[in-house]
């Protein structure tokens, strides 16, 4: 079974920082792509961050320069560091990965964590 593991939300100051991580759990054949999705009330999901497993990285625009993210392939596990947080950024975070759990599944299948709040307010 494999399932995606998040930490690391809370609440925040405008202008501060914080740190999630995201690891999978479970077994797992290979994994592919790796990214940070939010989604804030009222409003679609939206990518903030992907990472693939060739180590290409892309962001959304408005978290250019202020959002890292990072992966530990030996882990399985993905990272997303957020500094000079906005009130904006309030959402539900979630991590996701492209994954075949065995080697049987011919297809990859999209796995998701079951969400971090992040709120930035003063």
């Known amino acids: 079974q494999v399932q995606l593991v998040e930490s690391g939300g809370g609440l925040v100051q405008p202008g501060g920082s914080l740190n999630l991580s995201c690891v999978v759990s479970g077994t797992v054949f290979s994994v592919g792509n790796m990214g940070w999705y939010r989604q804030a009330p009222g409003k679609e999901r939206e990518l903030v961050a992907l990472?693939?497993?060739?180590?290409?990285?892309n962001y959304v625009d408005s978290v250019k320069d202020r959002f890292t993210i990072s992966r530990d392939t030996t882990k399985n596990a993905v990272y997303l560091r957020m500094r000079s947080l906005k009130p904006e950024d309030t959402a539900v975070y979630y991590c996701?990965?492209?994954?075949?759990?065995?080697?049987?599944?011919?297809?990859?299948?999209?796995?998701w964590g079951q969400g971090t709040q992040v709120t930035v307010s003063s």
């Open positions: 996701n990965c492209n994954a075949r759990a065995r080697r049987t599944n011919l297809r990859a299948s999209t796995y």
């Open positions: 990472v693939t497993n060739g180590g290409n990285i």
